[in-house]
């Protein structure tokens, strides 16, 4: 399974240094499409997005980012942001803080 990380440039460059390969650079008019074609490559088991990102999708790709496993979506940066705990809880079936 690989990371990969959809956003602006600023927000993608680093993860791109860091050796991530599969880095996505979007505006909001690309943003949506490029959101359907990471969660169609089962390649991918976690997709990272900037927290500010989600609001530009459309409200059902919002909620189908929210309940998605595969892949585990991480939202960093920005504003409230989900929780990682919740998700591997979710993604794994048990709480591995406990």
């Known amino acids: 399974m690989e990371l990969a990380v959809i956003g ?25 499409s490029m959101v359907h074609q990471v969660l169609n490559d089962t390649d991918i088991g976690i997709l990272v997005m900037h927290n500010d990102d989600i609001s530009l999708l459309p409200e059902t790709l919002q909620s189908e980012l929210d309940e998605s496993i595969e892949p585990t979506v991480v939202l960093v940066g920005g504003g409230e942001t989900t929780q990682l705990r919740e998700k591997i809880k979710k993604a794994v079936g048990v709480d591995l803080w406990k």
Do not use: P, Q
């Not at 240094?17 to 949506?32: C, H, N, S």
């Open 8 to 32: 602006r440039g600023d927000f993608t460059l680093g993860f791109r240094l860091a050796g991530i390969r599969k880095t996505y650079e979007v505006t909001e008019e690309t943003i949506d």
